[in-house]
């Protein structure tokens, strides 16, 4: 196994003035993909870029506005006996008047006390903020599931009649769009570059926001792509394939007709994928769900597929939003999130559901869908038949800083591509790898997933063939497998997490970046 390893004696000679809090004189080791400081990483290297993922990019820190509006105000009584929903409501609508007429924010403050919650609450734009007075203070109660709100049966890919709440849906609802107008055609060009060719530059500005998307063409071309040219098999799966990233634009040349980009491109974009720049234009920013209890009925949990939804918050199309410090007790989904540089943060999982024959109390805990999203400071008390999910439109998420009972990172096949999971406790670590999605859907992650600092009561094996193309990254992990650093193949570094640096690969990333580019003169 080739490792940088440190002279502890030299290390502390040289950095006796300037060692941080964090600093460690005894065991140290660090990748051959990132170094000390990053200096063996490139952006065009097998380890990606995720320093832009959370809330403002990964650059701004997530704002607790005073609130505006009190649910009391509008008729809530917290008893957990009353129908407090219409009273929700008119809190949510008086707040959007708010935002509307120019507040910066519309926070809707619900007190200490017991909610109950009988139909969807619905946020369909900008600031807008539910906020209660912590876990153990304000409850919102859901007696009824969504199934009973709206019934929306459907079926599994093997032809099983289920509810489609049993993988989306959720009684807290805010719905958005992430584009505006294309901005035309635009390539050829290869990972890791930031300059890209555009067929009117005129229509372009510094500063300004666009979103890349490109979609698989007849021949799935874009699907090997993404799988490194190993999906598996795929006969199910379609034209759902695309790929899609979001950057400003630093500089306009029109006379080269390119423009150049804030960050490297994580893709190929090549004709044949019909690569077109949108407008970012969110029509649903500054949306927070916080510090409350969320709290479903007890029943025992009857197994996959048999959820009626049971399910707290379902965010889509939104960017720049937040879910943090919630507890979910059982839930049988605790958050389905689409969308971009946004934090879900702080949630917590408990039930006491009785659980089904495998010890599990719910199907989907978390699921973040779409680009450069930050899950972190995590805590499942009870297993999940997913803990966390990553699928279709996955690309550059992160997930750090959680720990679970005996946490699953479920790539729910479709192409989920280049996403991160680093300094997690994963407790037992009996089924790391397990995974879900339907048949010949491809191998469950595409190409470049890194797990990243994973400790584990039982040592972690690379996963099988099944899970994904040899283009993954397994590093800082307790394992009694071989190493392996193949250029073009597995990446497996088992180093005692404990003496793993960084622990954490995300926050190094973006410290690095923010002091480079406070570096960098303007």
Known sequence: ??????????????????????SVCLGQERSELWGEQGERWSADSRLPDWSFAGFERGEGTIPTPAPTHNVRDYGAVGDGEHDDTEAFRKAIAAAKRAVAEGAAAGVVRIPAGRYTITDRLDIRSSGVVLRGEGEGQTTLHFPRSLTDVEPNWSATT????????????????????????????VGPALRGET??????????????????????????????????????????????????????????????????????????????WAPDLLVFRPTVTHVGVESMTMEFPGDPYMGHFTELGYNGIAMSGVAHCWVRN??????????????????????????????????????????????????T??????????????????????????RGVDVNFDHHRRGPYENLFTDIDVGLGSRVWASGGGAALGRHSAARGTFWNLRSERPIAPPGRNFAPP??????????????TEADGLWFEPIDPEAMLPQNLHEAQRQRRLRTDAETPD
């Open 195 to 272: 300059v890209l060719p555009v067929a009117e530059p005129d229509r372009f500005e510094p500063g300004a926001e666009v979103m890349l998307s490109m979609s698989d063409d007849e021949e799935h071309s874009l699907t090997h792509y993404l799988y490194a040219g190993d999906p598996g098999p795929i006969d199910n799966i379609g034209r759902q394939i695309r790929a899609e990233q979001v950057f400003r634009v630093l500089a306009v040349d029109p006379e080269a007709s390119t423009v150049t980009l804030d960050r490297p491109l994580r893709f190929d974009v090549r004709a044949e």
């Open 471 to 484: 283009m993954i990254n397994i590093v800082g992990v307790r394992s009694e497998s071989a190493a392996s």
């Open 1 to 22: 196994m080739r490792l940088l390893k440190i002279d502890c004696r030299a290390a502390c000679a040289l950095l006796i003035f300037s060692l941080t809090p964090h």
């Open 326 to 375: 919630i507890r979910f007790v059982n839930a049988e989904s605790g958050v389905f999130f689409n969308g971009s540089f946004s934090t879900l943060d702080g949630l917590v999982f408990e039930s006491e559901r009785e659980p089904d024959r495998f010890g599990n109390q719910g199907h989907h805990a978390i699921t973040v869908t779409g680009t450069d999203n930050l899950t």
């Open 158 to 185: 093997t032809g099983r009649r289920t509810s489609n709440y049993s993988w989306s849906g959720g009684f807290v609802r805010v719905q958005g769009r992430l584009t505006g107008p294309s901005l035309g055609a």
């Open 377 to 402: 400071g995590f805590d499942f008390r009870v297993r999940y038949i997913h803990d966390i999910t990553v699928t279709r439109g996955s690309i550059g998420n992160v997930f750090a800083s959680g």
